[in-house]
DNA sequence: CCACTTACGCTACCGTCAGTAGCGTAAGTG
DNA sequence: CACTTACGCTACTGACGGTAGCGTAAGTGG
């Protein structure tokens, strides 16, 4: 037990501050290369040049390791528009084009689907990752929760669905439809 | 090598007709009780009382079996309704309430959520359980392909998404408020 | 210069589960 | 009475997520 907390200056094998941006990079090229459930728990350890044991004291479970970094990897919405319907439209494209990129979605869509059959991870998912979302477009949009939650899972619901069966993100001619199709609701 | 397959008459040791029906059975019950990790093909076995080798000998993987069961328990589509806008709203909810039915939806999204991982069972669903119900509905509104497959992956994308991330079907009043969205687009 | 702390590497291990091998047997067939 | 076919049973493999335990490099404070 250290003598003092407020001692938390002492930085002797403190961790190394790049070490998680190498294991994310990892992470998403292991799984863009070798698929969800191809990018094991060793193969990343192994291309981020690093112990398995090592990611283990940094995150509970590959889950919780995968959500870190599509937290990362996603970053803030932004919110480019004028009115509901800009900034709704925008949104949209913006998670169908970070699902394009190269191993993102593959990412996203096999962390909900290990998320069926955990709910810790169900957990984690829900809180960490989709709740800013959330509360940020709630506060944008001024509707209530629930319709917010149903927005939202109809256009990632969607978008995962198509990722997971057939292994590519949507195409845009396809996500601006599904775009006009919310838009006709929620605008 | 039988000397005429003509001869099919020969019915020595043939299988027992009733015995999917008793897997079936025990299949969605097991998922209901168990989740679908939980029921594992060596419980599933036990519950249908029969052996696991006999569950590899009819269907080729956990995910084929439960595939068969999921095409059992939906059987056909009724296209109850005088104009489109009928059919498709009698559609949403006829999938949503065979969803809510024990073991189904999470039989389904379980499914769905190997088929990320496994190519071959991604085949399976989209040919034995998706394309009949692609086809039909192609028939009865007379829109392209491309707009059915949409449309289906709209639905069953949220609808599964759903019942993946909180482990209940969606409740009624959602799936109104997704099918009058939907009818916005597909009337 | 010397304890002490902390993070990391390494090896070996466990439990679970999908899927397989091989052998014996009941039952109907010609 | 041979023959076929489907099923039960036991034992096994291979992969993977996750853990235990021990050694070590590096920076810290006296």
Known sequence: MP?????ASSAAGRPRSDL?????????RSVHELGYAGATMDRIAVAAGVAKTTLYRRWPSKGALIVDCLIDA???????????????????HWLAAK?????VGAALAGVFSDAVNDPALR?????????PYRLALQDE?????????????????????RMGMTGEPMADADVAALAEMVLRTFR
Chains 1, 2 share one sequence.
Do not use: C, K, W, Y
């Open 141 to 161: 949009l001024g509707e209530p929760p629930h319709r917010i939650r149903l927005l939202m899972d109809v256009v990632t619901g969607t978008l995962i669905h």
């Open 74 to 92: 996603f970053g803030r919405m932004p919110f480019d528009g004028a009115d509901r319907g800009e900034v709704l439209s925008s949104g949209i």
């Open 99 to 103: 699902i394009g990129e190269p191993g």
């Open 123 to 131: 957990e984690i998912l829900s809180t960490r990752l989709q709740e």
């Open 3 to 7: 003598t003092s907390s407020v001692a």
């Open 20 to 28: 998680n941006a190498t294991v994310f990079a990892a992470t998403l």
